[in-house]
């Protein structure tokens, strides 16, 4: 069985900062592309970092300079570091795992977590 267990979303005051973390279970993680997404109330839910199994990660410009993306393979867990928070990053954060190359492709995503910047 397959899961992605995101954790670390939260209040956060703007300027402030934020570390999600995801778990995953059941997938060959090493092999994974793994990317953090985000969904506020009424819009489309957007990238926000992604990371390579080599460690490329990136980022789109809304982001870029205040979060950064990581993964420990040992521990089968994948970061998102998000500093200077605005009130503008405040939405639901998934995480996602896809591997579409090969045989045994997958893509898979968590339940989300909820981030909420505000004073």
């Known amino acids: 069985q397959v899961q992605l267990v995101e954790s670390g979303g939260g209040l956060v005051q703007p300027g402030g900062s934020l570390r999600l973390s995801c778990a995953a279970s059941g997938i060959i993680f090493n092999m994974a592309t793994m990317t953090w997404y985000r969904q506020a109330p009424g819009k489309q839910r957007e990238l926000v970092a992604t990371i390579t199994r080599?460690?490329?990660?990136?980022?789109?410009?809304?982001?870029?300079?205040?979060?950064?993306?990581?993964?420990?393979?040992?521990?089968?867990?994948?970061?998102?570091?998000?500093?200077?928070?605005?009130?503008?990053?405040?939405?639901?954060?998934?995480?996602?795992?896809?591997?579409?190359?090969?045989?045994?492709?997958?893509?898979?995503?968590?339940?989300?977590t909820q981030v909420t910047v505000s004073s």
């Open 54 to 112: 080599g460690g490329t990660a990136n980022y789109p410009d809304t982001v870029k300079a205040r979060f950064t993306i990581s993964r420990d393979n040992a521990k089968n867990t994948v970061y998102l570091q998000m500093n200077s928070l605005k009130p503008e990053d405040t939405a639901v954060y998934y995480c996602n795992a896809k591997k579409n190359y090969g045989s045994g492709r997958y893509d898979y995503w968590g339940q989300g």
